[in-house]
């Protein structure tokens, strides 16, 4: 499986809020780098992450590009309330190894009506 299936697999699951089949794409010590967050390794860390972030908000990824070169998938996405962004995704033996998100946090838990970081 490359990149551009996986990430439409990833999606599925991601707008499912499903964090068991998120982290079955992951390999076992894989990476997550969400850039407003600390990276987040491991497969088993992977999916607490997610369990924590879809007890906090009702998310969704509606998908406007995907792209693929060799190892590595790009998902630029937005969602129904205005937020946009990007993930990159490298793929190895049809699982994720690396990830990386680009998105507007600030934006994000306005939105969503969370708190916002204290300074």
Known sequence: ???RQVIEKFVKAFNAADAEQLSELYADEAVNHQVAEVPVKGRQAIKDMFVTEFSKANMTCIVENIFEDGEWGI???KDPLGLRGCGFFHVR???IVF??????KLSFLRIHGLPLPSE
């Open 1 to 3: 499986m490359g990149p």
């Open 75 to 77: 998902l630029e996405w």
């Open 93 to 95: 033996k049809g699982k």
């Open 99 to 104: 990830q990386r998100g680009y998105w507007d």
